[in-house]
Antibody, heavy 119, light 113 residues
Framework: EVQLVQSGGDLVQPGGSLRLSCAAFGYTVGDHYMDWVRQAPGKGLEWVGR??????????EYAESVKGRFAISRDESKNSVFLQMNNLRTEDTAVYYCVRWISGNPDCWGQGTLVTVSS | DIVLTQSPDSLAVSLGERATINCRSSQSVPHNSNYQNYLTWYQQKPGQPPKVLIY???IRAFGVPDRFSGSGSGTDFTLTISGLQPEDVALYYCQQYYSPPYNFGQGTKVEIK
């Protein structure tokens, strides 16, 4: 069974850093595009960033709101994707989801992990 | 950037009746070689991650009941629920995945009348 299991959410102060993990089970994480999507409390969905598959050179793209502060990476040995978040702001408070894309189908979502940025 | 605007923001439909949600794009959403536009629809229930219903504008995801259907092209897309069921009460989002930022619509809340 294909599954994405997330971890790493926490309470962090403004200006702080956090790394979110998304571990893939049932498939090889390097074979597919992966997105990060977030949802602020009571709000809609916001696309955060994308990493392409190995064939695509693991090319990354980011929303303007996080460009220069967030970075997506992969570790093939852990079959995982990561979202490194630096210089966090209160407006980054949200539930963060990782998403697998396969042939134009966003078929698998992680369970989500809550990031709270507050002093 | 491609901006998606959903309408209505919320709707209440009687059980067994049809619910129609629209998603309008600020510019044409391109299609692939099969003339399928880069647009997907999700359903989200409280406390859960979104679940894909429709991708490539009109392809139902695995396990999605056939009362859900997607249509459209260019700048106008529609999600139709034919015969609303109690378990369909949820938020619904469209998303374009042609060019970054891969924006979502603002969401439509579907309730039972």
């Amino acid at each position: 069974e294909v599954q994405l299991v997330q971890s790493g959410g926490d309470l962090v102060q403004p200006g702080g850093s956090l790394r979110l993990s998304c571990a893939a089970f049932g498939y090889t994480v390097g074979d597919h595009y992966m997105d990060w999507v977030r949802q602020a409390p009571g709000k809609g969905l916001e696309w955060v960033g994308r990493t392409r598959h190995k064939t695509g050179g693991y090319f990354t793209e980011y929303a303007e709101s996080v460009k220069g502060r967030f970075a997506i990476s992969r570790d093939e040995s852990k079959n995982s994707v990561f979202l490194q978040m630096n210089n966090l702001r209160t407006e980054d408070t949200a539930v963060y989801y990782c998403v697998r894309w396969i042939s134009g189908n966003p078929d698998c979502w992680g369970q989500g992990t809550l990031v709270t940025v507050s002093s | 950037d491609i901006v998606l605007t959903q309408s209505p923001d919320s709707l209440a439909v009687s059980l067994g009746e049809r619910a129609t949600i629209n998603c309008r794009s600020s510019q044409s959403v391109p299609h692939n070689s099969n003339y399928q536009n880069y647009l997907t629809w999700y359903q989200q229930k409280p406390g859960q991650p979104p679940k894909v219903l429709i991708y490539w504008t009109s392809i139902r995801a695995f396990g999605v009941p056939d009362r859900f259907s997607g249509s459209g092209s260019g700048t106008d897309f529609t999600l139709t629920i034919s015969g609303l069921q109690p378990e369909d009460v949820a938020l619904y989002y469209c998303q374009q995945y042609y060019s970054p930022p891969y924006n979502f619509g603002q969401g439509t809340k579907v309730e039972i009348k």
